[in-house]
DNA sequence: AGCTATCTTAACACAGTTTGACGATAAACG
DNA sequence: CGTTTATCGTCAAACTGTGTTAAGATAGCT
């Protein structure tokens, strides 16, 4: 098992598999294989097979693979098995819609403190949590041993954002922002930007309506 | 120019180079360069030329891009230099999140139709709309000639949505519920889950805090 | 016991993507 | 008006990822 070289492109497929199967287990549908899998996710029967094998060997041949098995070992390998804290800077519109988010509840990550530079703000309750300034962003992460960031501030504040929340120890940042956050390889960033989707299909529709 | 061509992943980059010359043109910004836009963006600089080539000759060999034709031009290639109409499925938390959601405005992307199936919903008013009955999504999207749906509902419920809406005359879907569509390859989807992007980082991450 | 379905693995070919190199050229300047 | 400098557009090589095929293994079914 080297999991040093895993493709990138590879992990990032992983959560789908283990969304579709959570989807299975759900159902009470308890094996499946990598052919229905490939037929539910829109990729090749072959590739969830290879994708999976760089972890280990997790089916049975001519039976394809137990779905609740499947899932907690894909859940163990994505660390998705466990909780996670999580900070939040920016407590604007797009803050609140996040706190209120309910999948992060579902899925165990849990936002332990909001930040924003608004005095209107700080002080303020959000989500059951107190807005602090986002003076205290650094020592505040860095106390609260928090690996993930969340950002939701406007574009132009959100690259020195980021680089406070790396110093406070954040090693993972999920960026609302419509920017391109410039970072060291060794900190993971997530970029949402519906924009970005919304113009790269725009490309492909036809000029009317 | 064989526009049928441009890779994929052209297209999907296109929307970030597209937002990074809008911010230098909103700090009168006139004049950049290729390695300048690598710099900002994590790409590099041979990679912008080549994709931005697929489209045509837009910069001047020792000069470098005049931004604001740049962007011009990346806008009339992404037809983001247009207004587009869109409706919306789903009028939960999430559903209001992106009716609020700021940046559709301003890239003049406009929610023209909100519908749900709960009927404590259907009839109450939303950022102006009024929220109408699921039953009419399909006869609805055909009237108003829509191209863009937003899929804003529970996971059980998203692909037959997504079905209806193709059958309405929808060609590109913005899909926030957290399952993997199946749908014609003519029809563009761009599903945004924090949840997964969360779980492909949290694999590289350290089994502590 | 034989059949069927399906996994695991490996090798390889193919396609798609990225990178590096280089000639071309526009502006600046002495 | 030639030289220098910066930077483009483009080609080809290198790299990465995907798909295909084939061989071997095995669990359950008849």
């Known amino acids: 098992m080297a999991l040093t070289d895993v493709p990138e492109i590879v992990v990032r497929r992983l959560p789908l598999y283990l969304r579709a199967l959570t989807a299975l287990a759900e159902s009470n549908h308890l094996v499946t294989s990598s052919q229905e899998l490939a037929a539910r996710l829109g990729i090749s029967s072959a590739q969830i ?27 163990r390998i994505l660390q998705a098995d466990r909780h996670w804290s999580m900070v939040l ?22 936002i332990v403190a909001i930040f924003d530079n608004d005095p209107a703000k700080i ?3 959000l989500g059951g949590l107190t807005i602090r ?3 205290e962003l650094e020592s505040a992460v860095r106390e609260l041993g ?5 950002i939701a501030v406007p574009a132009a504040q959100a690259q020195a954002v980021a680089e406070r929340l790396i110093r406070g120890g954040v090693r993972a940042i999920l960026n609302y922002a419509p920017v391109s956050l410039n970072l060291p390889s060794d900190v993971r960033v997530h970029s949402i930007d519906p ?14 309506s």
Do not use: C
Not at 195 to 208: A, H, R
């Open 133 to 135: 300034p986002a003076d």
């Open 195 to 208: 924009v970005v989707g919304l113009q790269s299909m725009t490309y492909y529709l036809n000029p009317s």
């Open 123 to 125: 002080g303020r309750k």
């Open 49 to 75: 097979r290879k994708d999976l094998s760089y972890f280990g060997e997790f089916g049975k041949q001519g039976m394809g693979y137990e779905v609740p098995y499947l899932r907690d070992q894909l859940r």
């Open 146 to 150: 928090v690996q993930i960031g969340i």
């Open 89 to 110: 800077v920016g407590a604007g519109d797009l803050g609140h819609a996040i706190v209120n988010y309910a999948s992060f509840k579902r899925w165990d990550y849990e």
